[in-house]
């Protein structure tokens, strides 16, 4: 059975640790005095978020008056983005899109995979790529940045052959400079991907279970993964003392573990159920 984390008279009754692999950062979780209270934003607990909402707490009061409450707060509005970035700014929302798009124009992505089996690879990560040596840049084009153009580096993961793509696309000419597959790399878990092993988790004879938690905690029946807030990352076999003989593959595979929670409430711990993404399996461990 699976355990489920509650608030009794006020006090916190237990907490939930995990290592997050991929990152070799054991991450603690721990619940706020309210654990039905609403989830507070990365980095801050419930308390002090609402310390801050209300403009209490260890704030003070402005200059030569100490003990007067502090004024409204306001937002700032954000400068307006431009299209394409300038030297090592980071990509833009546009140099993004168009980063992917260019990505995935070479013969043979149409037969790739996503974590879904839908054709195309599944994206992982865009970021600015790292300039080329100053040596091999070459004097600037008309039009160019005396610092050369923008490249972005757009990594995927072909679900079809278990393979990391990685691709080097240069924004200004709209070319592919570089591009190269590997196996058995396995960078940190896309969202969609976590989405989609909940689903299987969901929709496996293990996930019965966590049904069964949800609806002991809400009243509710649980049918889809946006009932739940969920995290996690890869499964890393070279960490765990025994390794079940269906996750075998996972490193070879893509692996991961997932740790879940009512939205606004109670967590559900799914710790002991891996995914292998690649094989679309559901393996309880421990």
């Not at 707060?73 to 980063?99: M, V």
């Not at 052959?161 to 592919?176: A, Q, S």
């Not at 499964?235 to 573990?257: D, F, S």
């Amino acid at each position: 059975m699976y355990e489920i984390v509650r608030r009794h008279l006020g006090k916190v009754v237990a907490g939930t640790a995990m290592a997050v692999t991929g990152t070799a950062i054991a991450v603690a979780v721990a619940l706020p005095g309210s654990a039905g209270a609403d989830d507070a934003p990365p980095g801050r607990t419930a308390a002090q978020g609402s310390r801050a909402a209300d403009g209490s707490g260890p704030q003070g009061g402005g200059a030569g008056d100490p003990g007067s409450a502090p004024g409204p707060a306001t937002l700032a509005s954000a400068p307006p983005e431009g299209a394409k970035g300038i030297g090592t700014d980071p990509l833009t929302d546009d140099e993004l899109k168009r980063a992917e798009a260019l990505a995935l124009t070479p013969p043979g992505a149409a037969a790739q995979r996503n974590v879904e089996g839908g054709r195309g690879p599944q994206h992982l990560a865009t970021e600015l790529a790292d300039p080329p040596p100053v040596s091999d840049r070459g004097d600037p084009q008309p039009g160019e940045q005396s610092g050369g153009p923008r490249r972005a580096e757009v990594r995927f993961y072909d679900y079809g052959r278990d393979e990391l793509v990685t691709r080097t696309v240069n924004l200004d000419t709209g070319k592919v400079e570089r591009s190269g597959a590997q196996r058995g790399v396995q960078p940190s878990a896309h969202p969609e991907e976590l989405r989609a092993a909940l689903g299987l988790i969901l929709a496996s004879p293990l996930g019965k279970g966590v049904k069964e938690d949800y609806k002991d905690a809400t009243g509710k029946e649980l049918t889809s993964a946006d009932q739940l807030w969920f995290n996690g990352d890869l499964y890393r076999t070279y960490r765990e003392a025994k390794v079940p003989a269906p996750l075998a593959k996972c490193g070879e595979h893509r692996c991961v573990r997932l740790v879940t929670k009512v939205l606004n409430g109670a967590w559900i711990d799914t710790r002991n159920l891996i995914v292998d993404l690649s094989a679309r399996t559901v393996t309880r461990v421990g």
